[in-house]
């Protein structure tokens, strides 16, 4: 048996997981999440699921910058010394996926691996790719194949903490249920619906726009904010994911496994 390691590194929390490289795709043998903070947590984690199986190969999506890369290549060096890391970049072209951006480099490499992990999982059809994390990313993908663009706006949490860090009289909400309606009746409530609902928009009007068949949501935050959309009026599917990130790093060692 031969192991992959993916690892997303997002500005918030470092996922990743551990493959079989014969396994469907997104089947993990095993996977954990940290906060930037947890570099010794996550040394703990990989030590115990390399023990069972040592990667040969590590493909990373890191938009977390120079020092949380430092950090990864730190403990792979250390656990996983066979292993080939490659660091995932935003090229204009890969899995069959082509990169729209004027700038294809520019791209967030995050954002290419979640639109090739999408296309994996719905193959020729026209997407839209919503990544609920530190930031929103919401874009679109082709049914024939291209990565067209997209939004870039604050999460969730950032949008509720820049009203909270920015007036003197809002409080810092916890993420929570969605308010039954959207005229609250009390402060919390009313900030939930309003960070929500610019979520929420945001998706669906680009959905309606791209005249997408199919959104697929992930993310921390897509907990709270899929059960919100509404699929355009011509119809369309919702498909929440836990990673689609991950499963887009997936999906490109096993469409290069063998070709290399
Ligand atoms: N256990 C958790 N730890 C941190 N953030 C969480 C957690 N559960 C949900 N969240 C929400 O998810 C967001 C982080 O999601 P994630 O997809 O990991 O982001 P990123 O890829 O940017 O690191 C946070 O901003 C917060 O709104
Ligand atoms: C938009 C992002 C900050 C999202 O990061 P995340 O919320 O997943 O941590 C990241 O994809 C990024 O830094 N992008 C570069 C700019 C761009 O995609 O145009
Ligand atoms: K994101």
Redesign the pocket.
């Known amino acids: 048996m031969t192991a992959w390691l993916l690892v997303?590194a997002?500005?918030?929390?470092i996922?990743w997981a551990l493959a079989d490289a014969g396994a469907p795709l997104a089947s993990w043998l095993a996977e954990g999440a940290v906060?930037h903070a947890g570099a010794g947590e996550l040394a703990a984690q990989w030590r115990a699921a390399f023990g069972a199986l040592a990667p040969a190969r590590v493909l990373v999506a890191n938009v977390a910058g120079a020092a949380v890369r430092e950090a990864l290549a730190g403990l792979l060096a250390g656990l996983a010394p066979q292993a080939t890391v490659e660091w995932f970049a935003s090229t204009p072209r890969r899995a069959g996926l082509a990169n729209g951006y004027r700038n294809p480099t520019q791209l967030g490499c995050d954002r290419f691996a979640a639109a090739i992990g999408a296309r994996a999982l719905a193959p020729g059809r026209q997407l839209i790719v919503a990544n609920c994390?530190?930031?929103t990313t919401v874009d679109g993908v082709s049914a024939a194949g291209v990565f067209v663009g997209g939004m870039i706006l604050p999460?969730?949490?950032l949008m509720a903490s820049a009203l909270a860090r920015n007036t003197a009289q809002l409080p810092q909400v916890a993420?929570g249920a969605v308010p039954s309606s959207p005229f609250a009746d009390n402060t919390d409530d009313a900030i939930l619906a309003g960070i929500l609902s610019a979520q929420a928009g945001a998706i669906e009007r680009a959905w309606r726009r791209h005249g997408a068949v199919e959104c697929i949501i992930s993310?921390?935050?897509a907990a709270y904010i899929a059960p919100m959309l509404a699929p355009p009026p011509g119809g369309g599917a919702l498909r929440h994911v836990d990673n689609i990130v991950m499963i887009g790093l997936h999906a490109v060692l096993r469409a290069e496994d063998g070709m290399c």
């Open positions: 997303d997002g500005n918030t929390r996922k906060l994390g530190t930031a999460g969730l949490g993420p993310g921390g935050a």
